[in-house]
């Protein structure tokens, strides 16, 4: 089993709707958790840290379920801009494991 | 503050050919790692350091070499370059541990012909 799995998508949604992903992850000793945002050809850029039940930045809310194993991202009121694709992160030791990522497409 | 400095951007090798891929950061953090990233795919770990004068492998180190002899630098090293080698390479750097999320570098894109 895969230390963390994601719905690769893709997602198409039009502008303003709401969208959510979910990751999966294996090792329950993980105690951190983040959400990174990759654009075509471009490095990994932070997007949120997750280290209890959950976390909200303006129109994007991380939450982590422990008991199940699984941390989701909520995107609300897409914008045009949030095309990407998002990756899940979960550190475990000195190592991070990257989900495969998840394509978003927002459409106007 | 520059934060995490990967040179060059661009580089075609010929097969059998060798090369150093160079990263840099000035946040003083002791973590620093190397990725690939081939096309469509996710991020797989070459090496990683926690320190200076420390470094271990990943999940495909095959082909590659590290060292650490600073805390700024860690450069990847390339023997013999294959077109298996072809892809996206980002370097990367925490400060205290992995509580904190990664600052990347912008990547290094190599092609072996």
């Known amino acids: 089993r895969k230390e963390v799995e994601q719905d690769p998508g893709p997602f198409n949604v039009p502008e303003g709707a709401t969208v959510a992903f979910n990751c999966t992850y294996s090792?329950?000793?993980?105690?951190?958790f983040f959400w990174y945002r990759q654009d075509c050809r471009k490095e990994p850029k932070l997007l949120m840290s997750v280290y209890s039940s959950g976390n909200e930045d303006g129109r994007f809310t991380a939450q982590l379920n422990r008991a199940s194993q699984y941390i989701s991202l909520l995107i609300r009121d897409s914008k045009l801009s949030d095309s990407a694709t998002y990756l899940c992160v979960v550190p475990l030791g000195n190592q991070f494991y990257f989900g495969t990522g998840t394509s978003l497409t927002v459409i106007p | 503050n520059a934060g995490v400095t990967q040179t060059p951007k661009f580089r075609i090798l010929k097969i059998g050919q060798s090369m150093t891929l160079q990263c840099t950061q000035d946040m003083n953090h002791n973590y620093m790692y190397w990725y690939r990233q081939d096309p469509g795919m996710g991020l797989k770990l070459i090496y990683y350091s926690v320190g200076a004068g420390i470094t271990d492998k990943g999940e495909v180190p095959n082909g590659y070499n590290v060292s650490r002899s600073t805390t700024e630098d860690f450069p990847l090293r390339l023997e013999l370059a294959a077109p298996s080698q072809t892809s996206v390479y980002f370097c990367?750097?925490?400060?205290?541990?992995?509580?904190?999320?990664?600052?990347f570098g912008s990547g290094t894109r190599l092609t072996v012909v």
């Open positions: 090792n329950s000793a993980s105690q951190s």
């Open positions: 990367a750097s925490i400060g205290g541990g992995t509580f904190y999320g990664y600052t």
